[in-house]
């Protein structure tokens, strides 16, 4: 009898450890659950503000577009269950001190806060020693557009611009003009720059300088001029002092990879600089570039900062423009798109 006593202790003593171990690899197993849900809540909530604080421009339309963005992240980046419709909310501040989804004016908004609340999150063990059938999960991010000083972080352009004048800063060209990117091939008929470079002295030093059509200096391959117009891939340094080498290549295509840089900014209504600084953009309208002087044997002098127009024409005939900001060590406001916490 003792023994028997004995061995139905033991099989009790076996099932309460069965049962304890089962529960803590039960328990391991939804943590770990929720861990992972909280994760791409976090990970959707921080980049879906980063995108949306970028489309923010002072206008109304600016906050239908950040709207877009988390909808868009939420639609293709969320990998589990899918989101309810009011699992992601959108807020927009001036100051990070006052939140609104509604605000009344766009103007000086410069920062987003999305926010993601999910009240039913599966889980496979605990309901069997809880109340609770489902968990709860939170994450939020904050998105700013931060300043940043300094031209250059504009990016620099595969394309050489002839001065006018060897003397720096400007080099012979004044806030505003219109200079010639990439010229025109001189064998098809007259040669047509952009309006700063139309008196017949720089068109016959551009002619000089590479008959087959000044400005582009980097790879002309298809791939390599998207690369450098485009992500600013320098494939042939530049050096001071040194002559700069023309490679010619398609207008229409290097027409394209502008169009796209151009395009991606959030500022796509301005028309000239001196709007664009008024409600800048994210700076991918800006850019700088290599300025050569033609009496020098092409040689590099120096370098300014241009703006892009947001559709350049895009034939083989036609030259490739953009506006005389300054020099590129001109210091100026770009807001950038920076998480805040």
């Known amino acids: 009898m003792r023994r028997t006593r004995q061995t139905g202790f033991v099989l ?3 099932a309460v ?8 690899a039960g328990l391991a197993i939804d943590v770990g659950h929720l861990y992972v849900v909280k994760e791409e809540a976090q990970t ?3 980049l879906s503000s980063l995108a949306a604080v970028q489309e923010l421009d002072g206008s109304p339309g600016g906050l239908d577009r950040a709207r877009q963005r988390v909808r868009e992240y939420a639609a293709t980046r969320w990998k589990l269950r899918p989101l309810a419709s009011d699992a992601v909310r959108v807020e927009f501040s001036a100051s990070r001190r006052q939140w609104e989804e509604q605000p009344r004016t766009a103007d000086g908004l410069r920062f987003v806060r999305v926010s993601v609340a999910l009240d039913d999150v599966e889980l496979f063990f605990l309901p069997a020693v809880l109340p609770r059938r489902a968990g709860r999960v939170r994450a939020a991010a904050e998105a700013g557009q931060a300043p940043v ?3 250059e972080r504009a990016g620099l352009l595969p394309f050489a611009i002839l001065a006018h004048d060897r003397s720096p800063p400007d080099f012979g060209y004044r806030a505003g003009d ?9 064998g098809r008929g007259p040669v047509t720059p952009c309006a700063a470079d139309r008196q017949s002295r720089w068109v016959d030093a551009a002619v000089a300088a590479f008959p087959l059509g000044a400005g582009y200096i980097q790879d002309p391959a298809r791939e390599a001029m998207q690369e450098a117009i485009e992500d600013g891939r ?4 530049l050096r001071l002092g040194e ?3 023309m490679t010619g290549g398609e207008i229409s295509l290097q027409a394209e990879s502008l169009a796209r840089r151009a395009r991606q900014d959030t500022n796509l209504r301005a028309r000239s600089w001196k709007e664009y600084s008024r409600s800048p953009g994210n700076g991918r309208r800006l850019g700088v570039v290599a300025v050569a002087d033609p009496a020098q044997q092409v040689r590099l002098v120096g370098f300014g900062l241009v703006f892009l127009p947001v559709d350049p024409p895009r034939d083989n005939s036609q030259p490739l423009c953009a506006e005389w900001i300054g020099p590129a060590g001109r210091s100026f406001l770009l807001p950038v798109a920076r998480l805040m916490q």
């Open 12 to 14: 009790i003593v076996l």
């Open 17 to 24: 450890s069965i049962l304890a171990l089962a529960g803590v």
């Open 44 to 46: 959707l909530a921080d």
């Open 149 to 151: 000083s300094d031209a």
């Open 178 to 186: 219109e200079v010639t990117l990439r010229w025109p091939p001189s």
């Open 234 to 237: 320098v494939f042939q340094p």
């Open 243 to 245: 002559p700069v080498r």
